[in-house]
Every structure is written in structure tokens, then in C-alpha cells.
Nanobody, 123 residues
């Protein structure tokens, strides 16, 4: 089954940092737009950050705190999260599409969704 595997979540205090990783099961990330999405308890899933071959996108609430990156050699996409806030709590998923980064992050209609990794900002 083709899907992403997310990792790196955990329990962290407000102000702390985490780095999430997103690896595909059996395909390469070439030409794809990869997105990080999150779903907080009782809320709809939202696009956090997306990276295409040409650009990146961040939702307003994470600008200046989160950085998305892609390591072609490791075929992995990362989400470095700093200055975490309780409202960042949620299950973080990654998925892929072929559209521009802002289009994908706002539509949320992608492929190869993983099972997610839980980020809990509490303290």
C-alpha cells in the first residue's frame, strides 16, 4: 500500500520544539507537492505547511515558527516546529498532490495519507 509514514511527535511543553518526519512507503517524492496537515480534537483538519518543487506555504498561525524542508537524498520531508503553543496540539499527517503548495494546503485533497503522529503541547 502506498502511503506516508509520519514520526517525531510527542509531548512537549509550551515554547518547546519538535521535528516531524514524513517518509513515503514505496515511492519517491520527485515532482510531488508534500503537505503537513493537522487535526485538533473536535476540529476539522487544516493545512499547516506545504512544499512543492518551486515554493512553500505556511498557514498564518505557524509563520515564523515552523519550517518545512525536503531532503532528496533521504526522500523525506521534515517539519521543524519551534515556539510550540497549546493550540498546535493535534494529530499531524502528511499527504501529496501535484498542485501548487498554497492550493494543496488550502484544499487538503491529497493522496497517500499516513496514520499521523500526535503532537501534544502541554505543561
Amino acid at each position: 500500500q502506498l502511503r506516508f509514514v509520519e514520526s517525531g511527535g510527542g509531548l512537549v511543553q509550551p515554547g518547546g520544539s519538535l521535528r516531524l518526519s514524513c517518509e513515503p512507503s514505496r515511492f519517491t517524492l520527485d515532482y510531488l507537492t508534500i503537505g503537513w496537515f493537522r487535526q485538533a480534537p473536535g476540529k476539522e483538519r487544516e493545512g499547516v505547511s506545504c512544499i512543492s518543487p518551486t515554493d512553500t506555504y505556511y498557514t498564518d498561525s505557524v509563520k515564523g515558527r515552523f519550517t518545512i524542508s525536503k531532503d532528496d537524498a533521504k526522500n523525506t520531508v521534515y517539519l521543524q516546529m519551534t515556539s510550540l503553543k497549546p493550540e498546535d496540539t493535534g494529530v499531524y499527517y502528511c499527504a501529496a498532490e501535484f498542485s501548487a503548495s498554497h492550493v494543496f494546503c488550502n484544499s487538503g485533497k491529497g493522496y497517500y495519507w499516513g496514520e499521523g503522529t500526535l503532537v501534544n503541547v502541554s505543561g
